[in-house]
């Protein structure tokens, strides 16, 4: 076994390993891990399996085959850094309806906070120390 | 007939005092929304010295787009007719508001829009050479992408109908908007119709699009221009 095939196994072995560990830990979601879980595995296969590996570097037209792994490596990790970008974008969209929601529902705190205050100093100035009485009349009555 | 100016600040302090005096002078019958766009300096305090201005104040830096878009949710939830964007920087002339908002009201346009540019001759506004070129450039990509002879993309000047602001208050882009609503509604089948508005230099504040971020610029809104068209189809 050639040195460089040896070194493979142990890094995807080890790569797998820690992505499980790290999703039993829930430091990873789910959702999230598959890609890994997928390129991690697609790894250690065509690492130890080195007819599979000659077979796909001929394919490639790749002279080297080990030079073939890293071309796995590389498609898997475009395709990991491009669920990124979605996720991404996907979070940033909805941080902004959050703030969008946030800033509206301030405002209408702001409005209603108002409007008591208004009906509180109206109850002192008619003598009657209560609280506003909001449920009989709306505003503007 | 309500109507809802929306005035979104990011760091406008200087101006926005001017700008909402020209505003309640012009129209007093208009309701202001000031949309704070977690402004660092005293924008806000500005604001809410103001009397008869609603202030909306974004937890986080949002963008024009995302500010302006705020604006169109409350005009939804609060049903008004007539939603206008009024930039805080004190470029607009208010004076044309009520222009602008007439072309909405009796159905002549979804959207209008206050253009610097003259039918007739391009007096007015003398931009600088480079943000002419940026202009020239999507009022060609406009004309081939949507059909529609627009002269001023950038202008953040301008009148929606319920109808228009409806769809915006949940599809509207978030960072550089403007040329792309165009694109978009013209898309969609909004009728889009522009009137000239002189525009004055800016009264204060800094321009969001500084000279060199302009390649971003141009790139990133050509490309939102760009997908704007292809997903005509898709709601």
Redesign the interface.
Known sequence: MARMQIIAILFSLGLLAYILRIISRKSLKEEYSLLWLGVSIVFLIFSAWRQGLEMMANLLGVAYAPAALFIILLVGMLLILIQFSMILSQLSDR??VM??K???L??ELETLKEEVARWSDRDKEAGTDLPAPAKESGPGA | MKVLVIIPAYNEESALGAVLNSLQGTCPGYDLLV?NDASADRTEMVARHHPGV???????N?GIG?SV??GF??AV?KGYDIAVQFDADGQHNAADLAKLIAMVAEGEADIAIGSRFNARDMEGFRSTGLRRLGIRIFQMVSLLLAGQKITDHTSGFRAYNRKAFEFLAFHYP?DFPEPEVVIMMARKGFRIRETFSQMFERQGGVSSIPLHKGPYYMTKVLLAMWMAALRKNQS
Do not use: H, I, N
Request: glycine letters at 4%; proline letters at 4%; charged letters at 15%.
């Open positions: 941080s902004r703030a969008q946030y800033a509206l301030k405002l | 949309v609603k202030v909306l104040s974004l937890p986080c949002l995302g878009q705020t949710q409350l939830d978030v």
